[in-house]
């Protein structure tokens, strides 16, 4: 019944337009309206069937108009008007058929717009939004915004071709001047539509504005938009990891690329916060198989649905168990393995040394061994910034992981690890138990007010780790650019700010078992280049290998551990009490 009063409205409208706008025109030239009735109905008859053929007229919907619907409408009667000339040309001159046209698409626009602008009519706008990005992404949450509570005030941009210009009596400005219009007071909302904008520039729009705004949300990146969906509706709040995180200038996708497609790719631990990262780096460059291994069943379901479209095998097997293992390698013939099976956790190690230095020393070993004689390509170490000078059982754990990867007869075996801080959003990070902190009131406990660490997003992390595994081949140890580092209470109260709530206090617990104020990346200040600035060498460590695999035997037999490990890793100093806080 719909589609039935559609096609009516349609012939009615060209009808109703076309008498106005022939009428018009005839009074205008021969001051009568007197008109010509056989010239007005085959116009309305050729009107109508153009209307019909040509792109469903009938069907476009007139209260969700665009310039398209305009345009197509234009083409529609303009190929009318191209069949129905030749038949009047001699006796009406073909001006005033033109001005009919023109006319005619006139009114009929004008009806359009007019229905359209009735049938979205704004309800009350109570909010005041500024939008940062005069550009496509801006335009579009500008005609999203238009039936909501957000009144646009202004646009910003940094382009000053587009600065004292408008859109629909929208004024685009400078920064400058936006901060000279707001004064001392607050807007409500900003919005930053930059998609394709570097973290850094996200960062340092927040330092300038956020001091003038109660609220601040973005758009994602582009990799992130969902095209299918309105823009408004993917704002997200501006989140500390905009503010910290920072892009590698450097990152060589066409290296990475090369390095993964079409290979057959081993990685453990893929349920984790980073092989689950590597495992959608991996399918996004094309990688032919993915062996997906964990011991977690809830991480590893979760990783293998998110990449069912990808050609994956799910494992659910623990690393300390070698027979198991070799059991995956014989059937799957890996070619490139990346580990990032580890326990990480530094209170929970020190609470579970035992458990620790299986998983993270004898599973490492395993998983080694295992490349190594079933000829896998490259193995990659996923290693950590708390393996330098440690101080804690994990990061030990993970230098005698280095030590063995480094020394260990690699036959045809390319062995490489990749060293690197803290990452942004990981299941053990501090940022998740901020955020929960803030919920529930606070307060946000951290350790120590000097304590810093190095942050970096995981997305970035891992991509810079398959470029660093791409370029090594002799037991080096890549050290990832992981930036300035951060002072934790810093990031605590930047947290705070963000979350709008100025009521959250911030205590300090002292350091636990195994932690120290500040992470390192070097042992010693030896280092060496790399083609790229993000990515460093660290100096080798000869520790032969025969001694090793004694001393690794030794410490799982034995049942003082830690003087085993301080053995392994002479600059292991371990700190078990929690220090006073000044």
């Known amino acids: ?73 234009s083409i529609i009667y303009a190929t009318a008007f191209a069949v129905y000339m030749p038949f009047f040309y001699k006796k009406i001159p073909i001006s005033f058929l033109l001005s009919e046209l023109f006319i005619f698409i006139f009114f009929i626009s004008l ?22 990005g005069a550009g496509q992404a801006g335009l579009k949450i500008k005609d999203e915004f238009h039936n909501s509570i957000y009144r646009v005030r202004y646009f910003v941009d940094d382009d000053k071709m587009l ?39 996200i960062k340092e729009i927040y330092g300038e504005l956020g001091s003038h705004f109660e609220s601040i949300k973005i758009l994602p990146s582009l990799d ?80 293998a649905e998110e990449l069912h479209d990808y050609n994956t095998v799910p494992v659910m097997q623990s690393i300390v168990n070698k027979e198991l293992l070799e059991h995956t390698f014989d059937i799957h013939r890996p070619q490139i393995v990346i580990h990032a099976a580890a326990y990480k956790h530094v209170p929970l190690v020190e609470e579970n040394i035992s458990e620790a230095i299986l998983n993270n020393v004898l599973g490492t070993k395993n998983t080694i061994d295992m490349s190594i004689k079933y000829g896998v390509q490259k193995f990659v170490l996923i290693s950590t ?46 940022i998740p138990k901020f955020k929960a902190q803030i919920e529930s009131g606070g307060p946000i406990t951290v350790t120590h007010p000097d304590i810093t660490r190095y942050f970096m997003l995981i997305p970035e992390a891992c991509e810079l780790v398959l470029q660093a595994a791409s370029l090594g081949h002799n037991g080096e140890i890549f050290i990832l650019d992981m930036g300035e580092p951060i002072k934790i209470i810093d990031l605590a109260k930047k947290m705070i700010e963000l979350s709008g709530k100025k009521d959250i206090n911030i205590a300090f617990t002292g ?22 600035d993000s990515i460093t060498v660290a100096k080798r460590t000869d520790y032969p290998i025969g001694n090793l695999e004694n001393d690794i035997q030794t410490l799982i037999q034995s049942e003082n551990k830690l003087e085993i490990l301080k053995k392994i890793v002479p600059e292991f100093n371990h700190q078990t009490n929690k220090k006073e806080i000044s």
């Open 163 to 201: 600065q004292k210009r408008s859109i629909d009596g929208i004024k685009i400005l400078s920064k400058e001047k936006l901060e000279n219009k707001i004064g001392s007071n607050k807007m409500d909302l900003l919005v930053i539509a930059m998609p394709s904008a570097k973290k850094d520039r």
């Open 511 to 532: 350091l636990r078992a195994g932690e120290k104020l500040y992470e390192e990346l070097l042992i010693d200040d030896s280092e060496a280049s790399t083609l790229y």
């Open 111 to 132: 009806a359009m717009y007019s229905y359209y602008s009735w049938r979205n009519r704004s309800i009350a706008k109570t909010k005041d939004v500024v939008i940062y």
């Open 385 to 430: 910034d708390k393996a330098v000078r440690p101080t804690n059982v994990m990061g030990a754990t993970k230098r005698i992981c280095e030590l063995y990867m480094q020394n260990v007869e690699r036959k045809n075996t390319e062995i490489v690890a990749v060293r690197f801080g803290n990452v942004l959003g990981s299941s053990g990070s501090v």
């Open 1 to 73: 019944m719909r589609f039935i009063d559609r096609r009516i409205l349609n012939v009615l409208a060209i009808a109703v337009f076309t008498f106005m706008s022939f009428g018009l025109i005839f009074w205008i030239t021969h001051k009568s309206w007197n008109i010509m009735w056989i010239p007005v109905w085959v116009i309305i008859f050729i009107r109508i069937l153009a209307s019909f053929l040509l792109f469903r007229d009938y069907s476009l919907s007139w209260s969700k108009v665009t310039q398209k619907t305009f345009l197509l409408k």
């Open 224 to 303: 992130e938009i969902l095209r299918d969906k309105n823009f408004a509706t993917q704002l997200k709040d501006i989140s500390v990891e905009d503010l910290l995180a920072r892009h590698p200038k450097d990152l060589d996708k066409t290296l990475i690329e090369k390095f993964i497609k079409g290979k057959k790719v081993l990685i453990t631990g893929a349920g984790g916060s980073i092989g689950s990262e590597i495992a959608r780096q991996c399918a996004r460059f094309g990688a032919v198989e993915l062996i997906l291994l964990d011991h977690s069943e809830f991480n590893l379901y979760t990783i």
